[in-house]
């Protein structure tokens, strides 16, 4: 199977340097059409849907294969083996800022940094642990995805998104998630909202950037906090933002920010 179908690659740009961006759950790679322009005349830009989402080959998505993040996580040392020029800075939004750091986990000579867009390597509260939902909020989410999905997309994309002067985002996070094929995103959802890599992060030794929001319900501030003084070499940089997609409704300080990171590590 083509690794460029499975994953719908594009390349733009060839500079000497690669970004590989990457999107959060239930998108795909037009979520970063605000900030990858931006980098094109300097760097070589890869973009890429995650297997099971956006124009990726939904034929290729392996239940078993995908249980748990790792399974992406091969997918990105696959793209970046074929159509990086590696060591590249990965950028990660959401579930995929956790898949890249896991990548970066199994193979640090193909990173040069991460850069984390709203992340978090686990959604649920444990004990002095701030994940920003219960355990029985996560459970309710779920079931509400399998009873009605339609419901489920209506009640969080405003969520995800947040934006609130901006409605047109809103809705434009709903139409990207009716598009889903509902049993795939139904078994991400799974794999995403109950995932806990917190014993991982400490493993990971590839320079990164935390990118978290001032106001995010899906990804709360003490969530960043706790990434920072758990992941070495890491800064944190906080946008003054609602909602969890900064590079959407808050392109530019994303892009700045990013930029001012690139520009430090020498990228």
Known sequence: MSIQFRNNVHCHGDGPVTLMFVHGYGCDQQMWRFIYPSFLGRYRVVLMDLTGSGGSDLSAYDRDKYSTLYGHAEDILDVIDLYAKAPVVFIGHSVSAMIGMLASIMSPEKFTAQIMVSP???????????????????????????????????????????????????EE??????????????????????????????????????????????????????????????QL???????????????????????????????
């Open 173 to 234: 996070l709903l139409t990207r998630f009716s598009k889903n094929d509902p049993e795939i995103t139904r078994h991400f959802a799974r794999v995403t909202f109950t995932a806990d890599h917190r014993a991982e992060v400490e493993k990971s030794t590839v320079p990164a950037l935390i990118l978290q929001c001032s106001d995010d319900l899906i990804a709360p501030r003490e969530v960043g906090d706790y990434l920072h003084r758990h992941l070495a070499n890491s």
């Open 120 to 170: 978090s390597p686990c959604y649920i509260n444990d004990g002095d642990y701030v994940g920003g939902f219960n355990a029985e909020d996560i459970d309710g989410l779920l079931q509400l995805m399998e009873i009605d999905y339609d419901s489920w997309i209506r009640r969080m994309a405003p969520v995800i998104m947040g934006a609130p002067r901006q409605p047109i985002l809103q």
């Open 237 to 267: 940089a906080v946008i003054n933002n609602v909602g969890h997609c900064p590079h959407m409704s808050s392109p530019t300080p994303s892009s700045d920010l990013i930029e001012d990171y690139l520009l430090h590590i020498g990228a």
